[in-house]
């Protein structure tokens, strides 16, 4: 009989929009940090006293879960029986061993100072850096430590070869059975540590981190979240006991229909059935990371009737139900749930997938009967419950498992998604544990120290921000020694008594240290650190004025004395805006740094400037030239097309130290006109700046520093035939121009 149609009256009621889900997407960004020596990762030292407290805390989880306490405790020493008289003799008993270090403030303690310190560097890079650090640490050492206490043991079974047989046999059968045991013992000492990362984060560490970079603060102050996280600890978070006791158990063979690729892709079909086959699985790997999704879409797995939304909920849980049933999962679902009561009971002696095939499997449980039968002590009246139960899942309870399984679901995709996101990014940390490489990498300014506050050895004010290079380099030193070895002279000696050891003099006095020797030439550098004076450029002016008139005054008195040759210097003096790199030669340090080589440029000069301004100097000892006809060229940055360099006892600078120069004392412009080469400074291509600068508590030294534009010349005889929009820079180094300057001073007082 066919069904006669049921006509309503109204509308029909408007179908509810789909709820709108959130979306997550881990990330982890070291933004703004460098990369160690290996020019891949972040080179990373941890505190001793942590590393130690944390491998004893570790070392004392392996023992506790591996049961083996009592068999470890033969490793201290007995006490021996004395008599009371001379137990009266020897005096007071020793105090026993001072407790392990308190290793869960050892490591809050850790973790606040690496928040401190990126709050000083105004990036949360920096402590997302430590919490990576510590945590690979914790993971390698992990099953170094189980490893340890493995050996200990088995040293302990060869102290009872040959004596007390019945000992030594109940001691290796545990020795044997730890060993077994070695997943669950980790995941167990894993858990453990997860609770303590997660308390302190809890107590501690995310109140300060407010506290220091507000509410939301950084983009970076998502990222915690990927470490409070229950699989971090795991290998690649498919551990069938962590699973089931913190998630839901899904099937790890090929064969299960319940693995977690097919699982995914059944709840991505889902989400595309209800929100549009279009939906990138971008968005549905984003929407699959909010597990609160779960309850928006499906509820808690009772009907709810009573208001449009509720019902709403139920349409798309009866729809989860069904499609669970399609794809033949349904009952996986319900059995990996019955499953975990099991597990305390008979697992390990019976593998976990195996007792959660045999609730849905007559064949299967046949087999888990037998191994349970065959142990003996074991009963299967639990497993036939459990049997019995997934069997009687019907309803509105499979409507609550399945609702739960959806939620339990995404909560674990989450979490593997942020395990993959914290794995990638512990690529990225070097623990730097060879004392080599974490000295090149310290030296290098690439090595990220996180200590303990007792054990700050160097502070963050000794930091190094720039750097300036001075080379003084010996004009003709061929032909200097060539010339004194005629003569039947030293020139090894003649260069260190009048070069080199005078210098070396002067290098505590203006905080510099020396590089190397290049033979003719000494290259010096000055470091400016953070939280110092920040006079590393005008400092490095006297200085170089200093070696000048060193040289200048030995050349006069043995001129004077024996008619020796004199030395003549170029000297370059550079800044470079950066902390410079080394590399290490077994004990020593080798430089690497931009600033040498430029400084090697501007000490040098030209033979064919040298002859043709012999004559044409006058008081300046610095000159750059451009070619004529090569001016057309783009000249967009420094030295770009300078093809000729003439220093001869000056001393250059380049723009960057003369910036710097204007910001670390007073440059006040000087109307003091010098008559040197017509064809060279006039029409007032020159400026002139004096200042003082700040050698000691009470001591000023003055120095003059001339900016003049690059002229450009004819090669053949060097007449100016323009000039360009570039600048040098000299500090001036000729006695005159000092002597004109207290000359106009000595006037201008007594007028």
Not at 433 to 462: A, C, H, I, W
Not at 610 to 639: C, W
Request: aromatic fraction near 8%; hydrophobic fraction near 40%.
């Amino acid at each position: 009989m066919p069904r006669i149609p049921i006509f309503r009256l109204g509308k029909e009621p408007e179908k509810l929009a789909l709820p709108s889900l959130s979306s997550s997407a881990p990330t982890i960004s070291l933004e703004g940090l460098s990369v160690g020596v290996d020019n891949l990762r972040h080179d990373v030292s941890l505190s001793p006293s942590f590393l130690d407290a944390a491998r004893a805390q570790m070392a004392r989880l392996i023992v506790r879960h591996g049961e083996v306490e009592g068999l470890l405790s033969a490793e201290a020493p007995t006490s021996v029986s004395v008599p009371s008289w001379m137990r009266e003799l020897a005096g007071p008993a020793t105090r026993a061993k001072a407790e392990p270090l308190d290793w869960k403030a050892l490591l809050a303690e850790l973790h606040l100072a690496a928040l401190k310190r990126a709050k000083r560097e105004e990036n949360i890079s920096v402590d997302l850096l430590a919490r990576l650090a510590v945590m690979k640490f914790l993971r390698v050492e992990m099953s170094l430590q189980f490893g340890q206490v493995l050996e200990r043991c088995r040293l302990l079974l060869k102290s009872y070869d040959g004596l007390r047989q019945g000992k030594a046999m109940e001691y290796r059968e545990r020795v044997a059975v730890f060993q077994v045991r070695k997943k669950i013992i980790l995941r167990r000492v894993g858990q453990d540590l997860f609770l303590t990362l997660r308390e302190i984060e809890k107590e501690t560490l995310a109140r300060t981190r407010r506290s220091l970079f507000g509410e939301d603060g950084s983009v970076g102050c998502d990222s915690y979240d990927l470490f409070v996280n229950r699989l971090i600890f795991s290998d690649d978070g498919r551990d069938d006991y962590l699973c089931a006791e913190h998630y839901v158990m899904l099937g790890n063979w090929d064969r299960d229909p319940d693995r977690y690729g097919r699982m995914r892709e059944i709840v991505s079909g889902f989400l595309r059935a209800l929100y549009g086959e279009e939906t990138s699985g971008e968005t549905i790997d984003g929407w699959m990371s909010v597990p609160e999704n779960a309850h928006a879409l499906v509820g808690s797995g009772t009907p709810d009737d009573s208001a449009p939304e509720g019902r709403a909920r139920s349409e798309r849980l009866g729809s989860w139900v069904r499609l669970l049933e399609d794809e033949q999962v349904m009952e996986h679902v319900i059995a990996s749930y019955f499953v975990v009561p099991l597990l305390s009971e008979y697992a390990p002696r019976v593998n976990a997938q195996q007792l959660k095939n045999a609730l849905t499997l007559r064949a299967e449980c046949d087999r888990v009967e037998r191994l349970i039968q065959e142990h003996g002590k074991l009963s299967p009246n639990s497993l036939y419950a459990a049997v019995a139960r997934v069997a009687a899942c019907r309803g509105a309870e499979r409507s609550k498992v399945a609702a739960r399984f959806l939620q339990d679901f995404l909560r674990y995709h989450r979490d593997l998604r942020r395990l993959e996101t914290v794995n990638a990014a512990l690529d990225t940390v070097n623990l730097a544990t060879n004392e080599r490489l974490r000295e090149l990498s310290r030296v290098n300014g690439t090595l990220y120290e996180f200590m303990l506050p007792n054990e700050q050895q160097k502070p963050d004010e000794e930091r190094v921000l720039r750097h300036v290079v001075i080379k003084a380099d010996v004009r003709d030193s061929t032909r200097l020694t060539q010339t004194m070895m005629e003569k039947g002279l030293n020139p090894a000696s003649y260069f260190s008594l009048n070069f080199y050891d005078p210098v070396n003099k002067l290098l505590a006095k203006y905080g510099a240290t020396k590089v190397f020797l290049e033979g003719d030439a000494i290259i010096l550098a000055i470091l400016e650190r953070e939280g110092g004076p920040g006079l590393a450029v005008s400092r490095a002016c006297v200085l170089a004025r200093e070696i000048i008139e060193i040289v200048r005054g030995y050349n006069q008195l043995l001129q004077q004395r024996s008619g020796m040759p004199g030395l003549e210097l170029g000297v370059g003096i550079t800044l470079q805006e950066s902390a410079p790199l080394y590399l290490m030669d077994g004990e020593h340090q080798i430089m690497i740094s931009e600033a040498l080589n430029e400084s090697d440029r501007l000490s040098s000069c030209n033979k064919q400037a040298r002859k043709a301004m012999d004559a044409l100097a006058g008081p300046f000892h610095v000159y750059a030239f451009q070619i004529a006809n090569e001016a057309q060229a783009d000249a967009s940055t420094e030295d770009a097309n300078v093809n000729i360099n003439y220093n001869l006892g000056g001393i250059r600078m380049n723009q960057a130290a003369f910036r710097k120069l204007q910001q670390e004392i007073t440059l006040q412009p000087l109307q003091v006109k010098f008559s040197a080469s017509p064809g060279l400074s006039d029409k007032g291509e020159y400026h002139l700046f004096s200042g003082q600068v700040p050698v000691d508590r009470d001591i000023f030294r003055k120095i003059v520093v001339r900016e003049s534009r690059v002229a450009q010349v004819n090669p053949n005889d060097f007449s100016v035939q323009g000039w360009t929009e570039r600048s040098y820079y000299e500090v001036c180094t000729d006695p005159a121009i000092y002597a004109a300057l207290e000359k106009k001073k000595a006037a201008k007082s007594s007028g």
